[in-house]
């Protein structure tokens, strides 16, 4: 079966402090994979999207950059935190063309101080 | 990409029904309409998805309106644990398949 795993689970980082956020899914192959952030009390915003190994799709401009180096691996980077990047940050996977639903992960709580 | 409107909250009592209404008047013959559910601290869960036909599932059940404008998601005896923010979505079929969330309907679940 498969499974996503997003880490870390909470996160307490300085304004100004780099970011890396990872996501992996196992049990699939080709995935489309996706990072949503959620400010306290508003709705999901889709940030990227990627279809496959280096192919990123950017929904938002912001201050956050993201990587898929290897299939089922996805990455959320930032090179200096803002006080506005503080949110609850989830990825989720897709079977790509066809598939039905998404499957999200567990989530990370990100608060920049 | 079409969007979805939704009473921002609903109150229900357990063991009622629940129905959760969604328009969405400029859907597209490819949109496909989903539900997803959202419980406190944790990430989206998906509830049911249709695109023209009724649809049940072991969740709730899904009732599209024969012009596909709107929608009503069916929870046949609310519990405790249903209390949630319950998303509407169109999804379109193509490769990206990406969803784009509103800001759904909080529903709060009375004992």
């Known amino acids: 079966s498969q499974t996503i795993h997003q880490w870390p689970a909470t996160l307490v980082q300085p304004v100004g402090s780099p970011l890396s956020l990872e996501c992996t899914v196992e049990?699939?192959?080709?995935?489309?994979l996706y990072w949503y952030r959620q400010a306290a009390g508003r709705g999901l915003q889709l940030l990227f999207y990627s279809v496959g190994i280096g192919q990123i799709s950017s929904e938002v401009p912001q201050n956050l950059s993201a990587s898929r180096p290897q299939d089922r691996q996805f990455i959320l980077s930032s090179k200096k935190l803002l006080l506005s990047d503080s949110g609850f940050y989830l990825c989720a996977w897709g079977a790509g063309i066809g598939g039905e639903k998404l499957f999200f992960g567990s989530g990370t709580q990100l608060s920049v101080l | 990409d079409a969007k979805t409107t939704q009473p921002n909250s609903m109150e229900s009592n357990e063991e009622e029904p629940v129905h959760l209404p969604c328009n969405h008047s400029t859907i597209s013959g490819t949109d496909y309409i989903h539900w997803y559910r959202q419980l406190p601290s944790q990430g989206p869960e998906y509830v049911i998805h249709?695109?023209?036909s009724n649809v049940n599932n072991r969740m709730a059940s899904l009732a599209i309106a024969e012009d596909r404008k709107s929608s009503t998601l069916i929870l046949h005896r609310a519990t405790l644990r249903d209390a949630a923010v319950y998303y509407c979505?169109?999804?379109?079929?193509?490769?990206?398949?990406?969803?784009?969330f509103g800001t759904g309907t909080l529903l709060a679940v009375q004992p």
């Open positions: 049990g699939t192959s080709n995935p489309n």
């Open positions: 249709g695109l023209t």
């Open positions: 979505i169109l999804r379109d079929s193509g490769a990206t398949n990406k969803l784009i």
